[in-house]
């Protein structure tokens, strides 16, 4: 059987919480219909955006079970499904699986830096272990385990392993990757301090798995186009330039603090973050808000940005 092939926009949206700072699954439904109103091809519910590791066991399969039921098949629902243990991420897929999920995505479990061949043998156990498309997330910065090129193209031979997100700042990682011409889709996180998105569209890559789709979905959804030709490049190249203020405010402050401030200030229902996490108050979301007016996103999506959060807008 044929890999799942997504090529475009793959958006990590924040998880919304309500007033009392419990899951708002009313608000998922509004933002996940903001992205496949505008052009997204797939989402990772509770990516790093969707401050996982904040969330208790039972809020995240609650999570999965409630966003399953919104889908419409134009846009895939691909679930983070990172654990601690092997067992662990085999249990959350299994459950993202049985309660209609699209896909996958795994980062190495965090905080135990296991060694490359230990963290190999844990993303092959799993693919041997389910039945579901997976997607790789290789994200040192945040989990320390650094896979190379040739641990990663192993796994990618796999068949059930049909993206890979790449998160170092190794612009020869991507190369060597793309390459090869592995039978999955490789794409790149949106941090322009990562510095990724244009080494690895001009190579062939076929998308960004990224955040800065939540305000700039239409954006973002021209930036990920896989190129085909010179009109293509050049519309990447403009919109990449375009956009670059507010990949940059976006990556300010650690996933999704930036973000999650900047939605919330624009009239989105993210609510807060929560603790330890705080939101950004004062001139520094207001650097973000002013990007977004800049822009012309606040009129073109409707924003309504919230005078009590944006006290300068």
């Known amino acids: 059987m044929a890999k799942m092939r997504i090529e475009g926009s793959f958006v990590a949206p924040p998880t919304p919480f309500n007033e009392n700072g419990a899951v708002d699954h009313s608000a998922y439904r509004a933002l996940l219909q903001h992205l496949e109103d505008n052009g997204t091809v797939a989402a990772l519910i509770m990516g790093s955006t969707g401050e996982p590791s904040l969330l208790e066991p039972e809020e995240k399969k609650k999570i999965v079970v409630e966003t399953a039921k919104m889908k419409t098949g134009k846009m895939k629902f691909f679930y983070g499904c990172t654990g601690n243990t092997t067992q662990q991420v085999i249990d959350n897929v299994n459950f993202a699986k049985a309660n209609g999920a ?3 995505i795994i980062a190495a479990p965090p905080y135990i830096c296991g060694p490359e061949d230990d963290i190999e043998r844990h993303y092959q156990e799993i693919a041997d272990s389910v039945d579901l498309p997976l997607g790789i997330y290789n994200n040192p910065p945040r989990v320390k385990t650094d896979l190379h090129w040739e641990h990663l193209l192993r796994l ?13 700042a ?3 990682q991507v190369a060597q990757v793309l390459a090869a011409k592995p039978d999955a889709t490789i794409m790149c996180c949106d941090s322009p301090n990562l510095g990724l998105v244009v080494p690895t569209m001009s190579l062939g890559g076929h998308g960004t798995a990224n955040m800065t789709g939540n305000i700039a979905p239409q954006e973002m959804a021209m930036l990920s186009k896989p190129w085909k030709s010179f009109e293509e490049a050049d519309n990447f ?3 990449y330039l375009k956009l670059l203020p507010l990949m940059h405010f976006n990556y300010s402050a650690i996933n999704p603090v ?9 009239g989105l229902p993210v609510g807060a973050l929560r603790k330890p996490l705080r939101n950004i108050e004062g001139e520094a979301l207001m650097q973000g808000v002013r990007i977004v007016k800049e822009l012309g996103l606040d009129k073109k999506y409707g924003y309504q940005i919230q005078p009590k959060l944006a006290y300068a807008a």
């Open 170 to 172: 190794r612009v020869a």
């Open 102 to 104: 699209d896909g996958a």
């Open 156 to 168: 990618l031979k796999h068949p059930n392993y049909v993206i890979l997100k790449e998160s170092t």
């Open 258 to 266: 930036a973000l999650k401030s900047l939605m919330r200030a624009l």
């Open 237 to 239: 190249r403009q919109t």
